[in-house]
């Protein structure tokens, strides 16, 4: 009578063992994610933390690096940044070149994804190689002299068309990013816009750029960071023409003073400002990032 009870007795006692070692596996797992991420964290947050600190301090502090904290918090290190590296004509120049550099790119690179994954045409699979292969070959300086030559020959070698130019054309990255989003872009669209009597290009502009709008801003932030963050380009085309330097190349020469003296905080003051714009694009873009991740949770 008793001896069914007793077995289910020493069943549940047989699989409480390993239950308790599954919870403990699973919150060992949990442990060892938690830190991982905190240490990434950690690594990714804290030169940015010691720059905003930075830019606060003293150049001694900031040379000795013996407080982590301002013993008095020097707000005129911004005033001095903003004087010394004429931010106002350097922030307008970098915003000119990141600005057209981005429509430009997400013009050509949507324009050439559209072509790629709607239409048929000979040497396809030999352009895609060919610009996928782009992105895997760096020679960084080795082509600064060739394309300089061509600006020459074009007569914006002291303008920051040539380097608007130049960065436009790098734009295999952003072309396979957009014709990721293209394949999710039904052709059905297409066929019944031409049988309602909408050509090509209208249906580029009128149907599938407008279902485009998250990779646009998902590929437009990145663009606009390269753009902002450029330095080489803008350094040779403007060594002429003080005037047309990006932020960039203004905050490097933030880096000695009038007396030759190196001024790590005042630099540390303008790299904290050049930040803001890049913040304000991430925030303007960051809807386009919440629409790709609701679409690819609800597809």
Known sequence: ???????????????????????????????VLWAFLLLIVVFTLFPVVMAVLGSFKTNAEVTTGATFWPSVWQFQNYVKAWKGANFAQFTFNSLFVATITTVGALLVASLAAYAVDRREFAGKKLFVSLLASTMFISIGAVVLRPQFELMVHLNLQKSLWGVIIILISGHAA??????????????????????????VYGIYWRIVLPLLTPGLGVAGLFVFRNAWNEYILPLVFTMTKPTLQTLTVGLASLRYGTSAAAETHIMMAGACMSIIPILVVYALANKSFISVTSGSVKG
Do not use: Q, Y
């Open 1 to 31: 009578m008793n001896s069914a009870p007793t077995t289910l007795t020493t069943r549940k006692t047989a699989s409480h063992p390993g239950s308790v070692s599954l919870w403990i596996g699973k919150v060992a797992g949990g442990l």
């Open 174 to 199: 952003t072309f396979f990013t957009l014709i990721g989003f293209f394949k999710g872009i039904p052709k059905e669209l297409d066929e019944a816009a031409m049988i309602d009597g909408c050509s």
